[in-house]
């Protein structure tokens, strides 16, 4: 997909003409999400239409379908799949090595009310999302006992909220077994350890931001006891945080993300074992009948089943765009109007990143469909590093998707968050409040600051510059 000059194929109305898959794509996925039935699984129906559709107007069929497959094959989805399926596994042995109960009880027992508790449950689901690599994962295994824990210690009940939905949204834009960090990195050519070193100031300080915000606003609230939680609590399902920490130093030596989450499969089953919190058959026995689950490997890999098909789907469609020359077309114009200094090209990654999330109620999807067709030789042009391409693309995908209502994770963590609400007999923020997740506008904010000023920007090569030095390259080169 890196050649966006070498047109293959013909399409009958030309550009218009190419533009038909994506916009048979597009409004399929506007209809579910809009409509709040958008998913993984439901969006491979309208993928499979845009392909059927762009058959018809392609003049040579056999070059169609060639296209197609080239993009399926691509060896970035390959890496990006295969890195899926390990994450997936990893994230069920967290969950069922006790994470949740450990976190719970990290923070009920330091004794945190109101305000303070609210960071607290910031935190926890920062550390849940880093260590499942799960965003709607984190708010429905948090969300449960979190919520009406932090109601009853006198936290404010949007902002309690808010905090798990902005340490999912943590999580998934820094965890290094997120489908997003996946995505971004090899859609870019950027090494794991690259992609998480450059990004951790930009999510640290949004992180901060938005942890003073939980501080001083989230309280207000009456404290009362609650048993019922207390009873759920399990000092040991903390330890599972080591596996965490095995992926992340694996990943920053310079390991393959999937020899990394390799060795985190294995630390997560050896503890989550050891503590007693499960055992070997949870993990994988021959199941009594046909058809049920042999474990915790099948559950894993199962979760992220949609994900893969959809990202197969997705990288077809994207070859059809890229080898009819729409995106090419797409290029030549922002280039031409939009786009004329390094500050600009990256604020451009960002808002084509956003533009590609609102719709779409899934990001990692989202970054695949404009990664490499888009975001990666824009920021080659003016010799961004891959790393800096990649974090530029999984910031910008972290803010709108978890603001949006009709977004598959903001969706999920209000249906817990009234389904928390309704079992305690206690009262729920609207769903509006997600509006105001205070991680993804800092997130925003910080994003903005660092493309306008040059903050954490890297060139390729180690090469440093700024935007006078990029726009006297282009000067130059225009001139000549």
């Known amino acids: 997909m890196e050649n966006l000059t070498e047109k293959k ?16 794509l597009i409004v399929g996925l506007v209809w579910l999400s809009v409509a709040e039935r958008g998913g993984t699984k439901p ?87 880093l260590g ?58 950027a090494t794991m350890s690259d992609v998480v070193r450059s990004r951790f100031p930009l999510a640290i300080a949004a992180a901060t931001i938005a942890g003073t915000i939980f501080l001083v606003f989230g309280g207000g609230g009456t404290v009362q006891s609650l048993p019922q939680v207390q009873a759920q609590m399990n000092p040991t399902g903390a330890f599972m945080l080591i596996a965490l920490i095995v992926v992340v130093v694996s990943a920053l030596k310079g390991r393959h993300i999937i020899e990394s989450l390799i060795y985190g499969n294995i630390t997560a089953a050896i503890i989550g074992v050891s503590i007693g919190n499960m055992t070997l058959a949870d993990i994988f026995h021959v199941p009594a009948e046909r058809g049920l689950s042999t474990g915790i490997i099948q559950n894993g ?34 280039e031409k109007f939009m786009i004329g200094t390094v500050r600009q090209a990256e604020l451009s990654i960002i808002g084509v990143t956003i533009l590609a999330s609102i719709p779409i109620s899934a990001n990692a999807p989202a970054e695949l469909l404009v990664g490499p067709s888009l975001v990666k030789p824009i920021g080659k042009r003016f010799k961004l590093a891959p790393a800096r391409r990649a974090n530029l693309m999984d910031c910008a995908v972290c803010t709108v998707f978890f603001i949006l209502p ?74 000549a």
């Open 132 to 189: 499942t690599g799960t965003s709607t994962g984190t708010c429905i295994a948090l969300t449960p006992v979190l919520y009406p824990a932090g109601y009853f210690l006198g936290a404010d009940p949007a902002l309690l909220a808010t905090a798990i939905l902005s340490g999912a949204a943590f999580g998934d834009n820094l965890a290094p077994i997120s489908d997003t960090t996946i995505v971004s990195a090899y859609t870019q050519g």
């Open 301 to 334: 890999i199962n979760s992220v089943v949609g994900a893969a098909f959809f990202a197969i789907l997705i990288l077809a469609v994207t070859q059809i765009l890229v080898e009819s020359g729409i995106m090419e077309n797409i290029l030549v114009f922002a």
């Open 9 to 24: 194929l013909d399409l009958y109305g030309g550009v218009w003409g190419g533009l038909v898959p994506l916009m048979v």
């Open 406 to 479: 009709w977004h598959i994770v903001v969706a999920g963590w209000y249906a817990a968050v009234i389904s928390s609400s309704e079992a305690f007999g206690i009262s729920a923020p609207p769903i509006t409040a997600a509006l105001c997740n205070p991680y993804s506008w800092a997130l925003f904010a910080v994003l903005m600051f660092s493309a306008i000023t040059g903050w954490n920007r890297a060139y390729e090569e180690n090469e440093e510059g700024d935007d006078t030095d990029m726009d006297n390259v282009q000067s130059v080169s225009e001139a």
């Open 43 to 129: 969006f491979w129906a309208c993928a499979w239409m845009a392909l059927v559709a762009g058959l018809f107007f392609a003049k040579n069929k056999h070059e169609y379908c060639q296209a197609a497959m080239r993009g399926i094959g691509d060896s970035t989805g390959i890496v990006i799949i295969t890195a899926w399926l390990f994450a997936g596994v990893f994230g069920k042995l967290m969950v069922g090595g006790g994470l949740v109960k450990g976190l719970l009880w990290l923070g009920m027992t330091t004794g945190a009310q109101g305000g303070l508790f609210t960071l607290v449950v910031f935190i926890a689901a920062m550390l849940f999302a």
